[in-house]
């Protein structure tokens, strides 16, 4: 199936989309936020291992940066603190120009189509992003980290979006950059859009190089 098949699907009422990654390239900001921690913390980080928290929670994340290394759940909620508070501080240049390309064309097509449009995003930071980004009106359900407690690639989260759209999940889809991303969405019996190179999100049922090719 192509992607504009997808898109004039007459079974397909719902669209959700992922944030981090999708929406706008926030990676960025997490991996510079994660860095000054590290550093902090004399705990080795780089890009390749940032690669691997594309997706995860800020717990998992966290766990993933630490490797063996044993502290108490105290320091580690104060480290995923402390890491947040550098990502928002950074977060404060965030603006509608850090949409990334396709994203609003996409929306509107999908719009003019009369689909329903949510988020489904393991941020804590999702609404705070939204606003940034100028998006709030666009989505008729936001479904973000703190909702459920189960991470991707639980299929939850998604879950969660549809049932805010009042839709079943086999008539939405989930657009997604993470590898966890899309095999939760598998996992839930969602449609999906893969973001990325096939190593990560060949999985999904249509994949996209980029954000720019929804449009
Ligand atoms: C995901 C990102 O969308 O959200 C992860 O891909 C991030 O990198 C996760 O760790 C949690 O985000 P936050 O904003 O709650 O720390
Ligand atoms: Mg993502």
Not at 205 to 210: E, Q, T, Y
Request: hydrophobic content about 40%; charged content about 25%.
């Amino acid at each position: 199936m192509t992607l504009d098949q997808m898109v004039h699907d007459q079974s397909v009422k719902g669209w959700i989309f992922d944030l981090d990654g999708v929406i706008t390239n926030t990676a960025r900001y997490h991996y510079l936020a994660w860095k000054q921690l590290a550093d902090e913390e004399n705990l080795p980080f780089n890009e390749e291992i940032n690669e691997k928290l594309r997706g995860i929670s800020r717990m998992a994340s966290l766990e993933i940066i630490i490797g063996g290394r044993e502290y108490s759940g105290e320091r580690k909620a104060e480290m995923t603190e402390r890491k947040n508070r550098y990502y928002r501080a950074l977060l404060d240049q965030l603006g509608a120009d850090d949409i990334l390309p396709g994203i609003l064309p996409f929306f509107e097509r999908l719009k003019r189509l009369g689909r329903s449009l949510a988020v489904g995003s393991a941020s804590r930071n999702t609404e705070f992003i939204l606003e940034r980004l100028g998006l709030v009106s666009w989505f008729d359900g936001v479904a973000s980290g703190s909702l459920v407690s189960r991470a991707k690639p639980a299929p939850d989260i998604f879950i969660h979006a549809a049932g805010q759209l009042g839709l079943p999940v086999k008539q939405c889809v989930v657009v997604e950059d993470a590898e966890s991303g899309v095999t939760g969405a598998l996992v839930g019996g969602f449609r999906t859009v893969g973001i990325g190179p096939s190593g990560r999100v060949g999985h999904a049922h249509i994949r996209l190089d980029s954000t720019e090719q929804l449009f």
